[in-house]
């Protein structure tokens, strides 16, 4: 994914270096702009979804929209058939019905979803709740009675298999707080039986996040599917789909090679042995998708010397970018310029928090000020966490398309914008 030639970045086969030239250009001339920004490819998106169909045959992909929910980047994976869209708000309902996702391709997950939030996918006509909680489920299930609907739901299910992840992302155990305990699954069912106003229509379980491995997707698809004959005893009826939730890693160490870093082959030979012949087959892939599509592209501002080591401050901060604060997540920090030596930097933005730290003690080729530097596989729960905090303006979003053209999918927000709501 990423290369030197002659000491110059190449990002996928392209020039960083003019890219950033002409991206800068383009941001300061039409938006009187300078400053960090983030950089996608259309390419890589393509090339990253034609990989999952072509690795998984059959299976359907509901995108995780939480990872990176821009309405461009939504409408390039809206013209995949085989994409649906994982939605976890009200907010992103919305932005995935904009972006062109047909209502039946959507599916609606989350611990809380408020009861406006629930009557707005009940009259979008969502293909599915993914229902985590008893309550939650009462709660669909009253104020589809009383729109005089029938809600489908999905009920997400803790297999509590082991991943080998950070603690921050592990998702799938007993003790975590998503999804149905062995205990409400029976009480679900007595639900489900007695209650019109509710449709079953599959099971889902989401491990976590981070995985590199087949076996904990095939534990959890032998588990959903002795779920599921339990439910068809219970009910009479199949459920539709088995979903698998998102999680296929991605090395961020890994520079080189396609950022492909998941055993597809192995996944696709195990699985359909443990489910039933047709059954429909769900995943929700959030960061093996987004990731790689963006560049976070920051300046060097100021080098200070310390002992062992020099503090590099760049342009972008925390609020941009917050992975490595929250879980010490690991993103390259690649030169656009490789200059001879090298040296040991803390790599640190502009925002008043000792952990605003990209990276500690790093070797990297030696920066100096004013150097631009790219921020890679800062596509999934990049832009889309960012805040205003430090009253920072949100950073603007530039994509190469296929046509090879730059276009702004995302205006840097102004000073205007950013208290506009404020009184
Ligand atoms: C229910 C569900 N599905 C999918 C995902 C996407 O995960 P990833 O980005 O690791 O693929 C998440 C992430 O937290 C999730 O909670």
Not at 121 to 129: C, T
Not at 132 to 148: C, K, M, P, T, V
Not at 243 to 250: A, E, N, Q, T
Request: aromatic share 8%.
């Amino acid at each position: 994914m990423f290369d030197y030639e002659k000491n110059k970045l190449l990002w996928n086969g392209l020039s960083v270096e003019t890219l950033t030239h002409d991206v800068t250009h383009l941001l300061k001339s039409a938006h009187s702009y300078s400053g960090p920004f983030w950089l996608y490819q259309e390419s890589i998106l393509h090339d990253r979804v034609r990989l999952l169909e072509a690795e998984l045959p059959g299976f359907h992909f509901y995108y995780s929209v939480k990872s990176q929910s821009n309405l461009t980047i939504l409408s390039k994976m809206a013209e995949y058939a085989r994409v649906g869209a994982d939605v976890v708000s009200g907010g992103e309902l919305f932005r995935a019905l904009k972006a062109g996702f047909s209502a039946e391709r959507i599916v609606f997950a989350g611990v809380g979803k408020s009861e406006e939030e629930i009557q707005a996918a009940l009259q979008a006509k969502i293909r599915s709740f993914h229902v985590e909680s008893i309550s939650e489920l009462r709660d669909i299930a009253r104020l589809a009675a009383l729109q005089n609907l029938v809600a489908p739901v999905s009920l997400r299910l803790n297999p509590d298999v082991e991943v080998d992840t950070h603690k921050h992302i592990t998702t799938g155990k007993e003790e975590n707080k998503f999804g149905l305990s062995d205990a409400d699954f029976s009480e679900a069912t007595k639900i489900l039986k007695s209650t019109p106003s509710l449709a079953l229509v599959g099971l889902q379980a989401h491990i976590g996040s981070q995985i590199f491995a087949h076996e904990p997707y095939v534990e959890t698809a032998r588990y959903l599917q002795k779920k599921a004959d339990i439910l068809r005893a219970a009910l009479g009826k199949p459920v539709e789909y088995l979903s698998l939730g998102g999680g296929f890693g991605i090395d961020y160490k890994r520079t080189e090679g396609n950022a492909v870093d998941f055993p597809f082959a192995a996944l696709l030979k195990e699985i359909r042995s443990v489910v039933d012949k047709n059954m429909e087959l769900h995943f929700e892939p959030g960061r093996f998708i987004s990731a790689p599509l963006c560049v976070l592209m920051s300046r060097v501002r100021h080098l200070k010397t310390r002992t062992g080591k020099i503090i590099a401050i760049i342009d972008a901060a925390m609020n941009d970018l917050i992975r490595p604060m929250l879980y010490e997540a690991y993103h390259p920090i690649l030169p656009v310029e490789k200059r001879m030596g090298s040296a040991v930097y803390d790599i640190v933005g502009p925002v008043c928090e000792s952990t605003d730290t990209f990276a500690s003690q790093r070797t990297l080729t030696e920066l100096a000020e004013d150097d631009w530097v790219a921020i890679g596989y800062a596509g999934a729960y990049g832009s889309a966490m960012s805040s205003n905090f430090n009253a920072r303006v949100l950073l603007p979003a530039v994509v190469l398309t296929q046509e090879g053209k730059l276009s702004v999918i995302r205006k840097p927000q102004t000073f205007e914008q950013m208290i506009e709501n404020e009184i």
